[in-house]
């Protein structure tokens, strides 16, 4: 009986962990492609038009980077045929300057129009905390374009003590700190970033009040609360907040209600309006019926039997 050994297997038949020919091929080409980059780098780019160039260097590309090798090596090769980035354009930014787009575009690694790409390099533009929309597009054989759309500030959210920039549709954007925005209009509250838009367009029919609100207060998510900039608080029904307040504008033309020592006007209840008076004033107010009714016992012990 002959003695055991490990598994016979026939010649051809590949060693456990060896690599397969096609993974052998395809490393080969690799190194070829790049022992010709080297041989390129010694010579003047080719003179035969950037579409023939266009050709060999992308074929040359995918055979170094079939063959496992990095960005570093596609560039080395795209390099001496004429496709570095040498010149990149920036356009639709405003709050976003150049140099962070430059940054964010050379911190994808790559060197030339060949490994740039340009799905991963608008991501990462898209990031960027004013960038709501970016295109990138290469223009061979040595330029990018790239073409960003910002989010337009539109109010500052305040929420658990701090404020926030956010846009019309109540993105955040980024945090506030005191200077150019200061302007924008300050809404307060859970959901009040996602519903304020609709509020205050609508409230262009009553612009003497919308110019004196100076915080626009979520009230449970359901409706709003004004506080105006005197401190008076206009409390608004879930329905119709528009038609309360345009009603309120008109009765403050008329009488000075607003004007008045007042805390908080209450439109909620569809009949009536409830005017709550300031503390001081609810004071007077008192003061006055007493001094009233004195003066009525007075003219009566007065009066003659």
């Not at 010709?36 to 992308?58: D, E, M, N, Q, Y």
């Not at 929309?133 to 109010?155: G, M, Q, W, Y």
């Not at 150019?180 to 304020?196: N, Q, Y």
């Not at 105006?228 to 329905?239: F, K, Q, W, Y």
Request: proline residues 7%; contains cysteine; hydrophobic residues 45%.
């Amino acid at each position: 009986m002959p003695p055991l050994t490990a598994d016979r297997r026939s010649p051809s038949a590949p060693m456990p962990g060896a690599p397969s020919k096609f993974s052998l091929r395809m490393k080969i080409a690799g190194r070829r492609a790049v022992a010709f980059s080297t041989a390129l780098c010694r010579r003047k780019p080719p003179r035969f038009g950037v579409l023939a160039t266009l050709v060999i260097g992308s074929s040359l590309a995918y055979g170094v980077a079939v063959g496992g090798h990095t960005i570093a090596v596609i560039d080395a090769v795209a390099q001496p045929l004429g496709f570095s980035i040498n010149r990149i354009d920036v356009e639709g930014n405003r709050e976003t300057s150049e140099i962070d787009v430059l940054q964010t575009l050379w911190a994808t690694g790559s060197q030339s129009l060949l490994s740039l790409d340009p799905t991963a390099a608008r991501a990462a533009l898209e990031k960027l905390p004013w960038i709501e929309r970016a295109s990138v597009a290469k223009i061979f054989p040595d330029r990018v374009r790239i073409t960003v759309l910002e989010h337009r500030p539109f109010a500052l959210w305040q929420r658990d003590g701090s404020f926030t920039v956010v846009d019309r549709e109540g993105r955040e954007i980024m945090p506030f700190t005191p200077g150019r925005f200061s302007m924008l209009p300050v809404i307060v509250g859970e959901g009040a970033a996602d519903t304020a838009a609709m509020l205050l367009d609508e409230m262009e029919a009553t612009p003497e009040l919308r110019a004196r609100v100076k915080a626009y207060i979520r009230v449970g998510d359901r409706r709003w609360d004004l506080r105006l900039d005197d401190g008076v608080t206009i409390r608004l029904p879930e329905d119709g907040p528009v038609e309360a307040l345009e009603e309120v504008a008109r009765i403050d033309r008329e009488s000075g209600l607003l004007s008045r020592d007042i805390e908080a006007v209450d439109m909620r209840l569809e009949d009536r309006m409830v005017v709550k008076l300031t503390p001081a004033a609810v004071e007077r107010r008192e003061t006055e019926l007493e001094e009233r009714e004195k003066a009525l016992k007075r003219a009566r012990k007065a009066k003659p039997v």
